[in-house]
């Protein structure tokens, strides 16, 4: 995936930025793979990135030379893991960007104050030069979809994507401290999300059918027209948590 691509999903996995000339890369995880790209390439654009590895890497090579890609999905809760597992296949060969090669550490993290507010301006409200929106549509979507409106039809009201209309719900972007998002928001909404490709009925018969056994999650990801993913959490009750 190319470092001007835009990813829209916010499913959580291991990633790599890699350098398309050299094929040295660096290895990280992410709850949401759209927001880390944005946190990385806005840090790298301002050169205060807190690899310097890769920093340097980047100002010598230019951003058209790197690209950000997906290594693999999983749950939040084995991301730590999963990362440490590619670290310790990929440190021995000399390939990689990291700093160390133990998963979670923070080593060199700690963005200055200054650099925080650059990347607070660059990638949240109307400092966003590329936004569509000013605060008084904001307050108006928070405010609909308090009222029932769904984010797909908040998106087509507001000329702006699904994934848009969450962050603002979510109070990630456009960031108020007086606003507290809904409670069953975070629930990740069922049939309230405009872009759900399933109903109640479907999701029961896919609890259903996964508990008596003798059919995957790849099967029903195919049957049901929707990713593994998506299977993985409805089983677990991470989605459509209303539904018992």
Known sequence: MRGDEVITDIISGIYKIRNVINGKFYVGSAVGFSHRKSQHFSALNLNEHFNIHLQRSWLKYGQDNFVFEIIEYCEECDLIKREQYYLDLYWPLGVLYNISPTAGNTLGRKLREETKQKLSEINEGENNPRSKLIWENIKEIRKKYFDGFTEKQLAEEYGVSVHGIQHVIENRNWYDPNYK??????????????????????????????????????????????????ILRIVNNKYWKELK
Do not use: C, H, W
């Open 181 to 230: 998002p809904p409670s069953d928001f975070f629930g990740r909404r069922g049939e309230r999300n405009g872009g759900a490709k399933l109903t109640k009925e479907q999701v029961k018969s896919i609890r259903e059918e996964y508990k008596k056994g003798g059919i995957f999650q790849k099967d029903l990801a195919i049957k049901y027209n929707v990713n593994r993913m998506t």
